[in-house]
């Protein structure tokens, strides 16, 4: 059996085996991390698979793309300076249309 193990973690003699056994561990430990840290950013259930994170992350990453292009259009659009300008200039515009609504019967009683 230590022969096999020796040959699965391809330790050259049996005094490199601990070594190589301890660096898998680590990797373990480091993976089971990443795990759990995505499934945390990503609010994924705690039974989410690594591919589950993977596509999570995927769609997650396409999203923001989408949101950046959309935020630098609207930049343009609105010619501000850049992506911080943008709320406070947005907010401005949903002011400014409110109070140019006609007042609701609601209102006005």
Do not use: I, N
Not at 13 to 36: F, I, M, N, S, Y
Not at 40 to 54: D, I, Q, V
Not at 69 to 75: E, N
Not at 77 to 95: S, Y
Request: proline fraction near 6%; glycine fraction near 2%; charged fraction near 20%.
């Amino acid at each position: 059996m230590l022969a096999k193990l020796q040959a699965e973690l391809e330790a050259a003699d049996p005094t490199d085996l601990l070594p190589r056994v301890r660096e898998v561990l680590e990797a373990v430990r480091q993976g089971h991390a990443l795990l759990h840290a995505l499934r945390t950013a990503l609010a994924l259930p705690a039974a989410a698979s690594m591919h589950e994170c993977a596509a999570a992350a995927t769609r997650a990453h396409a999203a923001a793309a989408t949101l950046s292009a959309q935020a630098q259009r609207l930049c343009e659009l609105l010619e501000l300076r850049g992506p911080d300008a943008l709320v406070p200039a947005v907010q401005r515009l949903v002011d400014d249309a409110r109070h140019l609504r006609p007042p609701t019967s609601e209102a006005t009683a």
